[in-house]
């Protein structure tokens, strides 16, 4: 079983008196049932399920009265289960696959005789027809594929090696050398496998690269089948993005411009289809900003951005050539660094940040600006073995104009300090 941080939200979660409901949101396949079974099994005596996609006929328990005494005495004949007041957790799962119980999730909340959480992908959720939404009646947490803290854990990586390493990280030590090299071909390891639960579990054991990839065609291939599904009117738009973000990322400039997928082609036709990928938890937008001053959403572009893929194995496995065999090889700049710096972006994303990045006509491009404690900091990806050339960098250090005090080159080598800008290696992505 794989350990996952979210499960730390729901002993929270559980804790809480008045509690309300707990949604928990997130890409198909980022192991959301799972988690919640095994938190259900450690916490609770008695345990309800329902999954509205797998057993539609359940859906009729919410079709008349929403009263909780209406629900109850159907859940109790529904025959799923014993129903105890105050020592039941109900699991709603695929909840945007039954839109009435998403309505009734009030009711059961104000009555309280059961603690209750709702599962579901985001694409059922943001785009589902809900009568009535709960507001304030439900706790909204996203999961996501794993991190790699948590791909440390499922290979093996104990809880007090990974803090020694963070200290090293906060104090800007070097990382012991041994310890350095196995994090970096994790580091490795992860750009191919990705975080995507039965992806790692199948890597998990024994080490198995073919199993890995192969469960990444079949996921890939699902969320194909996802928006031929949800998509609507802009499915075809959308596979059409979808198919073409590896080939865009790995231009020099990993800028993604929609004049790639066809000639004349307009944000009016495409801006909806990028939006619903955004949506859905497969990609990630990173705006580019034309001045470097907090917060970044006041100058923010957003006719010019990247877009990144959600879960860096998937774009491995999306990726023309043998871009494994390379990684593997040691060649972490394969597509112009595409592997590197997506995944990058899935960590800073995970860890909570907002995307952006500087690029002043084309003359100055920085991969990545932070907002770190209300300070700006420009954070560059060195996935070949130049670390220490960075031309924009410089340049834009060196202009008194410009308000950064310190910046970070994240690559190959250990840590180390020139001037205002810290080396960092690739897998202390992590701790920012």
């Not at 006719?303 to 893929?309: G, N």
Request: aromatic share 10%; proline share 3%.
């Amino acid at each position: 079983m794989l350990k996952r941080k979210i499960e730390t939200r729901f002993e929270e979660w559980r804790k809480k008196e008045n509690k309300t409901a707990l949604l928990i949101m997130g890409a198909r396949q980022v192991g959301k049932t799972t988690s919640i079974r095994r938190f259900a099994k450690e916490n609770y005596k008695y345990f309800l399920e329902i999954n509205f996609e797998e057993k539609p006929l359940l859906r009729n328990i919410f079709e008349g009265n929403l009263d909780a005494d209406s629900i109850f005495e159907k859940l109790t004949v529904a025959g799923l289960g014993s129903l105890v007041p105050h020592q039941t957790l109900l699991f709603l799962d695929e909840i945007q696959a039954c839109p009435k119980a998403r309505t009734a999730i009030k009711f059961l909340v104000e009555d309280g005789r059961l603690d209750i959480i709702e599962s579901g992908s985001l694409l059922g959720i943001n785009y589902g027809d809900v009568s009535s939404f709960p507001v304030g009646f439900e706790q909204k947490v996203e999961m996501h594929s794993l991190d790699f803290e948590e791909f440390l854990w499922a290979m093996g990586i104990t809880e007090p090696t990974i803090a020694k390493v963070r200290q090293n990280f906060l104090s800007k030590t070097l990382v012991d050398p041994f310890i350095h090299g196995m994090f970096m071909e994790y580091f490795q390891r992860y750009l191919i496998v990705g975080g995507m639960p039965r992806v790692v579990m199948e890597y998990q054991q024994g080490k198995n690269l073919a199993g890995a990839m192969e469960q990444q065609k079949i996921i890939v291939g699902s969320y194909r089948d996802d928006i031929a599904k949800y998509a609507g009117r802009n499915k075809a738009n959308a596979m059409a993005i979808f198919d073409s973000i590896p080939a865009q990322l790995s231009e020099k400039n990993k800028r993604f411009f929609l004049a790639n997928l066809e000639e004349g082609a307009s944000n009016r036709k495409y801006g909806d289809p990028l939006y619903w990928l955004y949506d859905a938890g497969i990609s990630l937008f990173c705006y580019n900003v034309s001045q470097l001053t907090i917060p970044f959403e006041l100058n923010q572009r957003r006719h010019i951005f990247k877009f990144f893929l959600r879960d860096t194995g998937l774009l491995s496995s999306m990726s023309l050539g043998n871009v494994q065999q390379a990684i593997l090889n040691g060649d972490l700049n394969v597509n112009q660094g595409a592997i590197t710096e997506n995944c990058v972006a899935d960590i800073l994303f995970k860890n909570g940040h907002s995307l952006y990045y500087f690029d002043l006509k084309g003359r100055q491009e920085i991969d990545f600006v932070l907002d770190m404690n209300q300070k700006v900091v420009p954070l560059e990806v060195k996935s070949g073995l130049d670390a220490h050339r960075h031309p924009s960098l410089t340049h834009l250090l060196e202009n008194p104009g410009v308000p950064v005090e310190s910046a970070l080159v994240l690559c190959r080598e250990n840590i180390s300090q020139n001037g205002k800008v810290t080396y960092l290696p690739l897998y202390m992505a992590m701790f920012l």
